[in-house]
């Protein structure tokens, strides 16, 4: 499947919207990327950017989520701080604060819950959507 769009943009020149959990398969065939969480941005930018090194922590649950074809790969996941967050609960669909307060692992109380995050640059238009200081998401 991922071929033939590969294909179909390189011969029409059309663009694709194409919805996925799964980064690495939006990034074999994308330009840019849009992280979503309960519907408002969390990162965008150029698929290089986002990946490299992801910022925000829900994109870092996204990319940590993908399945590695190795054996305990699934323990040491379920293990890891961010991942126990990224368990923890559901989505809060939140009018004011982040909506990934809940689950974050890095989440500053009484100011990601309470203020909408900022809108940070990095480079080449990349946009991340989070309080705390890009230096300390690296």
């Known amino acids: 499947m991922i071929n033939l769009l590969t294909r179909l943009q390189d011969e029409t020149g059309v663009s694709f919207v194409f919805i996925s959990h799964d980064l690495s398969t939006v990034a074999s065939f994308s330009d840019e990327v849009v992280v ?9 930018g150029k698929v290089s950017e986002i990946l490299s090194p992801p910022f925000h922590p829900y994109t870092r649950l996204l990319i940590s989520s993908v399945p590695e074809p190795r054996i305990g790969w699934l323990e040491e996941t379920t293990e890891s701080q961010a991942q126990k967050a990224g368990l923890a609960s559901g989505v809060e ?8 307060v809940s689950r974050c692992p890095v989440a500053i ?3 990601c819950d309470t203020q909408d995050p900022p809108k ?19």
């Open 93 to 100: 669909l939140r009018q004011t604060g982040c909506p990934f």
């Open 109 to 111: 109380s009484g100011i």
């Open 36 to 44: 979503l969480y309960a519907g408002r941005v969390a990162e965008i």
């Open 120 to 138: 940070q640059h990095g480079a080449d238009g990349h946009r991340i959507e989070c309080h705390r200081p890009l230096d300390e998401l690296m």
